[in-house]
């Protein structure tokens, strides 16, 4: 009897193993384009391609990671995660396989910053992280990208910028977008290593002053975007270093007074915003310097 019962249990076991192997669900994947795109309970697991097409669109397929090594040599130029997705789980492995990538959409995410994150990402150019509630930029976030030359960081929640948060950025970087986050305080020489920096977006804050130094090193910026923060006064030195800036955007803030000689070192502006402010009278000099602004 024990024999016959031994034997019975062992059936049910083999039996109940089996099914449960059955059930084990495969991985959805679908014709995306060119590409073979298989993912799994919200995690993309593998990417594969049948031919070459430079855009690769991965929207609306619920993800929230990416597995590391799911590209498999994709020559993709543009990859788009941007839309239906709520992607949090990414590691430098997740975006290997991507030797050409130029350009990287992750808006609408919840894409956590961390060291050398894009590392493997050697010839991208324009990297967008809008909306992502992001709001802190670790140091070496954007280490290993030689190749950036737009950087989109608006609209998440981002408190301050700090002396490291642009460590090991390309020097190349053409355009950086901070608008719409929550940032009150930019440490000096936060962006000094950005010496080819054209445009920089800041506008849109909580800044209520700026040290000087904050745009040490940004002597090829054009355009600087300073507008809709709560800035009470400006200063003859923040501005030293901004010996090419044509473009400067200080509208809507809270400025109440200039001192005579604040915009004599931008020899080179064409264009200053200052209303909507609380300014009440304009002295003599206030605009000293500036042959050149239309």
């Known amino acids: 009897?024990?024999?016959?019962?031994?034997f019975f249990s062992q059936v049910v076991i083999l039996f109940l193993s089996a099914r449960a192997s059955s059930e084990v669900k495969k991985p959805t994947c679908r014709d995306n384009d060119g590409y073979n795109v298989c993912h799994y309970k919200g995690g993309l697991v593998e990417v594969t391609q049948s031919r070459f097409e430079d855009r690769l669109d991965l929207s609306d397929l619920d993800l929230l990671a990416i597995r590391e090594d799911a590209f498999k040599n994709v020559s993709a130029t543009h990859l788009y995660l941007?839309?239906?997705?709520?992607?949090?789980?990414?590691?430098?492995?997740?975006?290997?396989?991507?030797?050409?990538l130029e350009r990287l959409h992750l808006d609408g995410n919840v894409v956590p910053l961390s060291g050398h994150l894009f590392a493997e990402l050697g010839h991208l150019q324009s990297l967008s992280?809008?909306?992502?509630?992001?709001?802190?930029?670790?140091?070496?976030s954007f280490a290993g990208l030689s190749s950036l030359m737009w950087l989109y960081l608006?609209?998440?929640?981002?408190?301050?910028i700090e002396a490291e948060s642009f460590s090991n950025v390309n020097p190349g970087l053409l355009y950086l977008w901070l608008n719409s986050n929550k940032i009150s305080r930019v440490?000096?020489?936060s962006f000094a290593g950005l010496t080819e920096l054209s445009r920089l977006h800041l506008d849109y804050n909580r800044l209520e002053e700026l040290p000087s130094g904050a745009f040490r090193g940004l002597n090829k910026l054009e355009d600087l975007y300073l507008n809709d923060?709560?800035?009470?006064?400006?200063?003859?030195s923040?501005?030293?270093?901004?010996?090419?800036?044509?473009?400067l955007y200080l509208q809507q803030n809270e400025i109440s007074a200039l001192e005579p000689g604040t915009f004599r070192e931008l020899s080179q502006l064409e264009l200053l915003r200052l209303d909507g402010n609380k300014l009440s009278h304009i002295v003599v000099g206030t605009f000293a310097g500036l042959s050149n602004l239309e």
């Open 187 to 189: 440490a000096p020489g």
């Open 1 to 6: 009897m024990s024999r016959f019962l031994l």
């Open 229 to 236: 923060n709560r800035i009470t006064s400006v200063s003859r």
């Open 238 to 247: 923040l501005f030293r270093d901004l010996v090419s800036l044509k473009r």
């Open 82 to 100: 941007n839309q239906g997705n709520r992607i949090s789980v990414l590691k430098r492995e997740s975006f290997r396989g991507l030797p050409n």
């Open 154 to 160: 608006g609209h998440n929640d981002i408190e301050a």
């Open 129 to 140: 992280l809008i909306f992502n509630k992001i709001d802190s930029i670790p140091k070496d």
